[in-house]
C-alpha cells in the first residue's frame, strides 16, 4: 500500500502499511529520522520502546489480537514517530482499526472545520489512536472472561477430559496478553509524565486515562490468572479423586481373585489326596468356596469404606 498523507491545517499525519525501502526513503527525506529507528520499523514486531529525540519521539506500540480459529492471543505492532505537528504510523500488515480511523479523520479534513490547536494537535491524535486501539482489544478480554466461565462449569460438572485442555489454552492467552500489556503500561506511564514538546501538558490527563484503562485490564488478567489457578487446582483434584477410585476398585478386584487364583494353583498341582479331589460334586464345592471367597474380600472392603 502506498504512502497514505493526510493534512489538517498544521497538522500532517502520514501513515503506512507494510513498510517498504522506498517508504523508508521517503521518510529520510522528508522527516530524517534516525536510521536506528527506521531499522526498528524494517524488522517486524520488536520489543515496546519510547525513544526521545530533541525534535520527535519514537514509539512501538503493542496491541492484543486474538484468532477464534485457533483460540490464541496475538501481537499487532505500531510503530509511531511523533513530532510537534506531525505524526508518521508505520504498521508491518494492514491494520482494519487504523484505517477506519484514518477515513473518519480524511472525512473530517474534506469538512474545512475550524482550526483547534488541540484536537487539532498531532499528539491529540495520537491519544485517540491509542486509546481506540486499547478499547478495540476489550473483546480479547472478554473472551477469555466467557471461556473461563465456561471451563469453570466443565470443572465442576467432572468433564475434566474437557477442562483440562481448555484450561490449558486459556492460561496460554493469559500469559500472552500479560506479555503485551505488562511493558505497555511501562510506556504509557513515561509517556505521561514525559517533558517533551511533542507532548503538551495539556494531554498528559488524558495520557493518564489510557494509563488507567491499561491498568484495568491487567487487574482483570490477574484476576482471571488466579481464577484459573484455582480451578487448575480443583479440577486436579477432581482427577486425582477419580483415579484413586479407580485404583482402589481394581485393588479390591485383584484382591478378590487372589484366593481363586491360589485355591486353582493348589488344584492344579499333581498332588494327590486334596480335600474334595475325589469327591463326586467336589468341582463344585471348590466353586462355591471361591464365590465365598470373592464376597468376602468384597464385604470386608465395603464394610471399612475401600470401596
Not at 536510521?35 to 525513544?51: A, N, S
Not at 496491541?63 to 505492532?77: H, M
Not at 498332588?271 to 465365598?292: K, R, S
Request: proline share 4%; aromatic share 10%; net charge negative.
Amino acid at each position: 500500500m502506498p504512502v497514505q498523507t493526510l493534512k489538517i491545517h498544521k497538522l500532517t499525519w502520514v501513515h503506512i502499511s507494510s513498510l517498504q525501502e522506498r517508504d523508508v526513503l521517503f521518510l529520510e527525506d522528508n522527516f530524517h529520522f534516525h536510521h536506528l529507528d527506521m531499522k526498528d520499523c524494517l524488522e517486524g514486531v520488536q520489543r515496546p520502546k519510547l525513544d526521545t529525540y530533541r525534535s520527535y519521539l519514537f514509539m512501538i506500540f503493542h496491541f492484543p489480537s486474538y484468532d477464534a480459529e485457533i483460540r490464541r492471543v496475538g501481537i499487532r505492532s505500531l510503530n509511531v514517530f511523533l513530532g510537534k505537528d506531525f505524526l508518521v504510523t508505520i504498521t508491518n500488515e494492514p491494520d482494519e482499526y487504523l484505517d477506519e480511523h484514518y477515513k473518519k479523520l480524511e472525512t473530517k479534513a474534506q469538512k474545512n472545520l475550524p482550526f483547534d490547536p488541540f484536537k487539532n494537535s498531532a499528539a491529540y491524535l495520537l491519544y485517540k489512536i491509542i486509546d481506540e486501539r486499547y478499547h478495540k482489544s476489550l473483546p480479547v478480554v472478554n473472551d477469555i472472561a466467557r471461556h473461563l466461565n465456561e471451563v469453570e462449569e466443565d470443572v465442576y460438572s467432572n468433564r475434566n477430559k474437557d477442562a483440562t485442555t481448555n484450561l490449558a489454552v486459556i492460561r496460554r492467552n493469559i500469559l500472552s496478553l500479560r506479555r503485551i500489556m505488562e511493558p505497555q503500561l511501562k510506556m504509557v506511564d513515561r509517556l505521561v509524565n514525559i517533558d517533551n514538546a511533542a507532548v503538551p501538558p495539556k494531554l498528559q490527563v488524558y495520557l493518564d486515562d489510557v494509563h488507567d484503562y491499561l491498568e484495568n485490564m491487567w487487574a482483570a488478567m490477574e484476576n482471571y490468572r488466579d481464577t484459573v489457578d484455582s480451578l487448575y487446582n480443583t479440577n486436579e483434584s477432581f482427577i486425582n479423586q477419580r483415579t484413586n477410585e479407580v485404583i482402589k476398585a481394581l485393588t479390591v478386584i485383584s484382591v478378590a481373585l487372589l484366593p481363586m487364583t491360589l485355591v486353582a494353583s493348589i488344584y492344579g498341582m499333581n498332588v494327590t489326596g486334596l480335600p474334595f479331589a475325589d469327591h463326586p460334586i467336589g468341582v463344585w464345592l471348590i466353586f462355591a468356596l471361591m464365590a465365598g471367597m470373592v464376597f468376602g474380600a468384597i464385604y470386608f472392603a465395603r464394610r471399612n469404606n475401600i470401596i
